[in-house]
């Protein structure tokens, strides 16, 4: 049987710590399908759509989706204003290297990528996916909660073969990765945006 997780805060201060159901030793979440991995993953990154309490799929660093009447093509166009924790801009680029990768490793991404002709930026705000052949659950793929998350990573790490760790921790989600303070096994190395509130 599991205990519950560890919990403590103490009143006026600015830290949350917490003991996670396993050690994080790798960092990754399109490499490994650990649920510690995706976990940490969700608060490094970000993703382009999120599931909301009714299990439906809302934007979430997408500002708006077009789709062709045919249902074939679909033009992705970010929210203004994302940036990677390093401070340069999140760039159409970074999604699309970023939904490569992950579609080689994750089987409904695989399934996508199948049905996938062309997946390329417009501009540094939008990209197009086109289909080869009509797939549903477009959508609902790039929203996926389990499994191999379609975590958003610049391209310069992105573009790491998926049969490879990445070596680089560079999100936008609402926490920070502190390498220097990363010990597995350990706490301390996660800050929150504001800088404000160190966690583990």
């Known amino acids: 049987m599991l205990s519950a997780p560890s919990v ?3 009143s006026g201060q600015q830290t949350l710590r917490f003991i996670a159901e396993a050690d994080l030793k790798v960092l990754d979440p399109i490499w490994t399908t650990a649920n510690i991995t995706r976990n940490h993953g969700y608060l490094v990154y970000d993703t382009l759509f999120g599931i909301d309490e009714n299990q439906q799929i809302q934007p979430q660093m997408v500002e708006r989706v077009r789709i062709s009447p045919g249902g074939m093509r679909y033009v992705f166009t970010l929210r203004d204003g994302l940036r990677w924790h390093d ?3 999140v760039r159409s680029e970074d999604c699309v290297e970023s939904l490569k990768r992950w579609g080689k490793k994750d089987r409904f991404g695989q399934l996508l990528m199948a049905h996938t002709a062309k997946i390329a930026p417009v501009d540094n705000n939008a990209f197009i996916l086109d289909l080869s052949e009509p797939f549903g659950p477009v959508l609902e793929a790039l929203g996926k909660p389990g499994g191999n998350v379609p975590f958003m990573m610049p ?3 992105a573009s790491t073969p998926p049969d490879k760790p990445i070596k680089e921790v560079i999100g936008s989600g609402p926490f920070k990765f502190a390498r220097d303070e990363w ?3 350990g706490a301390g190395h996660l800050h929150k945006e504001s800088g404000v509130c160190p966690t583990s």
Request: without cysteine; proline residues 17%.
């Open 8 to 10: 403590s805060a103490q």
């Open 87 to 89: 401070g340069k801009p």
């Open 155 to 157: 391209a310069h790490i």
């Open 183 to 185: 010990q597995p096994g």
